[in-house]
């Protein structure tokens, strides 16, 4: 039977077989894609979710690691769905082109890259865990997830601050909840009629009173400077499991047992004043009348 032949001269059983194979390149990309991604998505991630728990990693590495994993399974499945789709040297040619973008974007991205590698060291390090209250060039609060490039911490304000991971990898970060305990200090001012030794008492006594306030490491008293009005005291204690909102309290429930102790010793904590002296002197001037 001869072709159907329109008087165009367009074959349409030809235009078909072209059409039914669009459209099975199309199936089966969409198939390929599908299949592997819903893969790698419900059961390879959780699979590496579950191994990462239980050989102990914290959640910083398990949040980065499903980061990875997302990534690479979209590029996974783009690639089988390209091979399922009738294109077998996608891969070769995905290769070649993703080195030269690779190479341009490495220029491009410095920065991007930079603290992706900070990222993965901030990970291996381990200077800060997800939930460590940390403070770094002015700033602080709690950290609530490490990404590819940046880190989120939650302040003690309720704001976030998202701080790209190489400011925290090139940096000092002080982590006050990295041990089990943290010591404290604050600076009492006592005049300089009072008695040192009686104030140091008072000083231990109210820290000793505090049920948050560890017995070991005992609480210590130090002279620390001579002021111009006030000798200082310098009060060091410890507390355990320290959390920034137990610090910030336990801190102040002793500072304000220790004012209403020297309240009732009698023990005076003045505060700097300044006396001037001289004289004034008046001038009067009558203005000559015209």
């Not at 381990?126 to 950290?143: A, H, K, L, Q, S």
């Not at 006594?205 to 130090?222: C, F, G, K, N, Q």
């Amino acid at each position: 039977m001869e072709p159907v032949v329109l008087q165009a001269g367009v074959d349409v059983a030809a235009l078909s077989r072209q059409l039914q194979g669009y459209v099975d390149n199309a199936v089966g990309f969409v198939v390929g894609f599908a299949l592997t991604y819903l893969l790698g998505r419900y059961v390879l991630a959780p699979l590496i979710r579950r191994v990462l728990s239980a050989r102990g990693f914290d959640e910083s590495m398990r949040g980065l690691t499903d980061s990875l994993v997302a990534a690479v399974v979209v590029v996974l499945a783009v690639s089988i769905g390209f091979m399922a789709a009738g294109f077998p040297r996608f891969l070769t040619a995905a290769a070649t082109l993703g080195g030269a973008l690779a190479l341009a974007v490495g220029f491009a991205a410095q920065d991007l890259v930079g603290n992706f590698v900070a990222g993965v060291f901030i990970i291996k390090d381990e200077p800060f865990e997800v939930g460590d209250w940390i403070e770094w060039d002015g700033n602080g609060g709690r950290v609530e997830d490490v990404d590819l490039r940046v880190t989120r911490v939650r302040t003690f304000d309720n704001e976030r601050i998202t701080v790209p991971n190489g400011d925290l990898a090139n940096n000092a970060i002080t982590n006050p909840v990295a041990y089990d305990t943290l010591r404290q200090k604050f600076t009492f001012g006592i005049g300089y009629d009072d008695d040192i030794d009686h104030a140091t008492d008072c000083l231990v006594e109210e820290a000793e009173a505090h049920d948050e306030i560890l017995d070991d490491p005992a609480p210590s008293v130090r002279v620390t400077e001579l002021g111009d009005s006030a000798v200082g005291l310098q009060s060091r204690f410890w507390i355990a499991d320290p959390d920034r909102g137990d610090f910030v309290r336990v801190r102040s429930e002793y500072v304000q047992a220790v004012k209403e102790r020297f309240d009732e010793e009698g023990i005076d904590m003045p505060y700097v004043y300044r006396q001037l002296t001289g004289e004034v002197e008046v001038l009067e001037q009558v203005a000559d009348e015209p």
